[in-house]
């Protein structure tokens, strides 16, 4: 089985209501229980971030995702079909699903 990288793009940020963060927290707890033992990490929202090349550091990493996951799945579409009921989505954001290659 083959590890795949959730990255989280848009979404709208955090919720402005205790009530709405509350019922987004719940809606993703039972997204993750129904990825089962596919699930790896449930992750985390991520922050501003920081790019780094040989160039050197620089602020530009705030575009970056706003958040991962780790899952288990066979392939790239069993992988893809395990985030296609994602409660991110529907609040109007993007998934990226990207297998972690084995070198």
Known sequence: ???????????????????????????FQAWV??????????GAPLGPGRSVSASGVGDDGGSGPAGYSLIRAD???TAVALVTSHPFV??????????????
């Open 1 to 27: 089985m083959a590890t795949f990288l959730v990255s989280y793009y848009g979404g709208g940020g955090p919720p402005s209501s205790p009530e709405s963060a509350q019922q987004m927290l719940a809606a």
């Open 33 to 42: 229980s129904s990825v089962g033992d596919a699930m790896v990490d449930p």
């Open 75 to 77: 392939d790239l579409d």
């Open 90 to 103: 529907a609040r109007g954001g993007t998934l990226i699903v990207s297998e972690a290659v084995s070198l």
